[in-house]
């Protein structure tokens, strides 16, 4: 055993060691200083430890939850999306700012909502919605192909074929052109309809063809041809050779007639 | 060769303890682990105030992390494989790694964790002295001093929880021992 000043790694093994069985040995204060360490108070037989490993057995108790309805998912996630697309779409409209496809589907989107709710305005307020949204699209073709004279229907049966898919407010204004403008819309069709000149020469030429033929104009609607016709009593008064035109008064309502005779009174 | 609980003899006022009071400690811990509450209660009050004590070393409020480290342990309980031995080892590995965690936390913090004399009210006031100078130690030197002299383990089970060598524990506890005794020499103020 060694003195205080010499202290070994064998005397400290022996110290630790000695701790247990309690044998004297040198080193007494480092003993009694590490008995005083190793000395703890045992804990009194009432105590309980803090959890026990039944108490973490238990299940936790598991709160139900719905499983998520796929539909709801569905339906949900749909109107976010389209909310989401209607506001940039809006933002894009009205800033211009973003990519440009945005920007112009939605400046596209912007015309044909302000265009729905023109007509609808137009509905609502008696107007005619139907000229109101569909005149502007086609503005120059009426002074373009229709340059009939009354011997000039089957020509005039042509182009209106033609332009019947567009709308039927051009078959109105078909019969009411007056005569003189025949000349420039005849130089027009030769020029834009490809019609050669020996085709409206002879459809010119020929009247018998025409009264085999029948009159288109039997087929128009009424009340559009009241509005044309109103237009061209009062273009005809400048140019006397319009009261000429033959067809008009067959296809003409009774009505117009009363109003194109107190016209001409 | 099994270890006797001698706690367990001299707590056995309650009816439900003499049953468990002729268990060895490994038969203990057999049972702590298939479930039993009464094994697991008998092992805490062994080594409850030991574990305290050494926790001291890291923290002053030792009752609480070692409350922490008995929820770890009774979690996980049932997952340990291994003899009585073994089962010392354990828990004061958790008990280390529960005490490391918070020295990083309180690190981090800010705060000390210094020893504070008015954590031991009602303890031996040359206990807290000697614990005192025990922290004074280099931290290594004091880890394995008090795993091998309060937690009562060997080198060999030091070895495992501090992660070094059976030599290098023997080396560790010599130095502190030495320059703890050269404390004690000079009065406490041999730093």
């Known amino acids: ?265 | 060769m099994p270890e006797k609980i001698g706690t367990s003899q001299e707590q056995s006022g309650k009816s439900a303890d003499a049953h468990v009071d002729a268990l060895d400690f490994d038969q203990l811990v057999e049972e702590a682990v298939h479930g039993s509450d009464q094994a697991f209660t008998l092992l805490w009050r062994n080594f409850q105030p030991r574990m305290v004590r050494y926790l001291a070393m890291f923290t002053n409020e030792p009752e609480d992390l070692c409350s922490e480290v008995w929820i770890k342990i009774a979690t996980s309980i049932k997952s340990f494989q291994g003899d009585s031995k073994a089962f010392k080892g354990w828990i004061y590995t958790i008990a280390r790694n529960a005490a490391t965690d918070l020295a990083r936390k309180k690190a981090r913090g800010g705060t000390s964790v210094e020893l504070d004399e008015s954590d031991w009210i009602g303890e031996n006031s040359t206990m807290v002295e000697v614990m005192d100078l025990v922290k004074r130690l280099p931290q290594e030197y004091a880890e394995v001093i008090m795993l091998r002299v309060v937690a009562d383990l060997d080198a060999s089970e030091v070895a495992e929880i501090v992660g070094k060598t059976q030599g290098n524990v023997r080396v560790l506890t010599h130095r502190g021992l030495k320059q703890l005794n050269e404390m004690l020499t000079m009065g406490g103020d041999g730093r």
């Open chain 1, 1 to 265: 055993m060694s003195t205080n000043g010499d202290f070994s790694l064998e005397d400290s093994e022996e110290l630790i060691a000695n701790l247990k069985s309690g044998k004297p040995s040198d080193f007494q204060q480092l003993r009694s200083a590490l008995n005083l360490v190793a000395h703890v108070t045992e804990l009194p037989p009432t105590s309980i430890p803090p959890i026990l490993p039944s108490g973490i057995a238990q299940p936790v108790p598991i709160i139900p939850v719905k499983p998520a309805n796929p539909r709801r998912t569905i339906v949900t996630s749909v109107i976010v999306m389209g909310m989401f697309a209607s506001a940039s779409l809006a933002a894009a409209a009205v800033t211009g700012i973003g990519p440009a496809p945005i920007v112009s589907i939605g400046h596209q989107t912007a015309k044909f909502v302000k265009g729905v709710a023109g007509a609808v305005s137009n509905v609502v307020t008696g107007g005619n919605a139907d000229t109101a949204v569909t005149i502007p699209p086609v503005p120059t073709v009426p002074s373009v192909t229709l340059a009939p004279t009354g011997n000039e229907e089957s020509s005039s049966d042509n182009s209106n074929n033609n332009e019947e898919s567009n709308s039927e407010s051009l078959k109105v204004t078909i019969p009411l052109l007056p005569n003189p403008l025949t000349t420039e819309s005849k130089k027009s069709n030769e020029g834009k309809d490809g019609k050669s000149k020996e085709e409206k020469s002879h459809e010119s030429q020929s009247p018998t063809q025409e009264d085999s033929t029948p009159s288109p104009l039997s087929a128009l609607p009424t009340p559009s041809i009241k509005i044309e016709t109103d237009h061209s009593e009062n273009d005809d008064q400048t140019s006397p050779s319009i009261s000429k035109t033959p067809s008009l008064p067959t296809a003409l309502p009774s009505p117009i007639q009363s109003d194109d005779s107190s016209d001409d009174d």
